[in-house]
């Protein structure tokens, strides 16, 4: 999933044909009412909005993760990157998981709470 800046028939070919997946990427408005590309007409068809509104937690995530545990990865070779990088979700899986589990534990309520109204009469 992409936003976008990333439609173009290229990248939706490249997505499709060489990696194998559906590419999700909305189509940009161009003034031109024509839509060029066998993907790009493809998707214009049948692009699927709820699929496509899941990228939101995705980057959510990324971007809680990044404040958590930082930006930058200490690691210098990809391999070692991509270790840390998983480690970091690992930890960050945990970590929501204890806090789920102590909210229950303690009955802490995660909801916003409503304020009732009491009417005189």
């Known amino acids: 999933m992409m936003d976008k800046g990333y439609d173009s028939e290229n990248?939706?070919?490249l997505i499709?044909?060489?990696?194998?997946a559906?590419?999700?990427?909305?189509?940009?408005?161009r003034k031109r009412k024509k839509i060029g590309g066998k993907y790009r007409k493809q998707l214009h068809?049948?692009?699927d909005k709820i699929k496509y509104n899941q990228r939101n937690m995705a980057e959510t995530t990324f971007s809680i993760?990044?404040?958590?545990?930082?930006?930058?990865?200490?690691?210098?070779?990809?391999?070692?990157?991509?270790?840390e990088?998983?480690?970091?979700?690992?930890?960050?899986?945990?970590?929501?998981?204890?806090?789920e589990i102590i909210c229950i534990k303690l009955r802490i309520s995660t909801e916003p709470r409503k304020h009732h109204l009491i009417l005189m009469q």
């Open 11 to 13: 990248i939706h070919a």
């Open 16 to 20: 499709r044909e060489e990696m194998k």
């Open 22 to 29: 559906d590419s999700i990427i909305p189509l940009r408005q």
């Open 45 to 47: 068809l049948v692009f």
């Open 65 to 83: 993760v990044k404040k958590k545990f930082g930006e930058t990865l200490r690691a210098r070779k990809f391999r070692n990157q991509v270790k």
């Open 85 to 99: 990088i998983k480690l970091k979700l690992i930890v960050y899986n945990i970590d929501k998981k204890v806090v």
